[in-house]
């Protein structure tokens, strides 16, 4: 959704809203919720925007408060797990080796973040397919960040720090602002039938 053009707040808005879809389908279908929350994932494209930097608590948070509030579900179900690709729209084709800062700045909020999973995108995507030696400094970023810069030993470095904390409040209530645009259009597939996720998206693209 990101790389489609969305800014942070339609990715995570949009992609969590699909999750609660799945879920209310599931259980439609009369399937306990404790039976298959577990196992669902969630994928999200971050980038050079502040935003980014609280995606995954502000989607836990919600997700969290969702499955204990509404669905009055287990904890293994209450969290949330993604993985996290590092931006490919960022990168620029001109002086490519510069791309690797970009990946490394946006790996590293993703590690901050405690994402489950990272992929680290080769400086040269933005040109070309990526070569052996552009796929071996993308891995080279993901493991000098866990083995070797030392705040990343650290599971939640910003916590409590006013720019995080700040944020992940004016986050979470934009996608939440979010959410009831989407549920005025009668949910995401109401949404979907009026073309209002893709007119969004590409609104923000251009």
């Not at 590690?111 to 990272?118: A, E, F």
């Amino acid at each position: 959704i990101a790389e489609a053009g969305a800014n942070p707040i339609t990715q995570l808005a949009f992609t969590l809203a699909n999750g609660f879809t799945f879920v209310e389908a599931y259980r439609a279908r009369g399937m306990n919720i404790d039976d298959f929350a577990p196992n669902l994932s969630f994928f999200f494209s971050n980038g050079m925007d502040p935003e980014y930097s609280v995606m995954g608590r502000v989607a836990r948070r919600i997700w969290a408060t969702a499955m204990r509030f509404k669905y009055s579900a287990a904890e293994g179900s209450q969290k949330l797990k993604y993985h996290i690709q590092t931006s490919g729209r960022s990168l620029h084709a001109q002086e490519m080796d510069f791309n690797d800062i970009r990946t490394t700045l946006q790996a590293l909020i993703a590690v901050y973040d405690n994402c489950n999973s990272l992929h680290t995108n080769a400086h040269d995507e933005a040109f070309t397919t990526p070569t052996e030696g552009s796929l071996r400094r993308a891995i080279a970023i993901q493991m000098i960040i866990n083995k070797e810069w030392g705040l990343a030993m650290n599971e939640n470095p910003n916590q409590g720090s006013f720019i995080i904390d700040e944020l992940t409040d004016l986050v979470e209530e934009a996608v939440l602002q979010e959410f009831e645009r989407i549920s005025e259009r009668g949910g995401v597939l109401g949404a979907m039938e009026t073309g209002y996720q893709r007119g969004k998206i590409q609104e923000e693209s251009l």
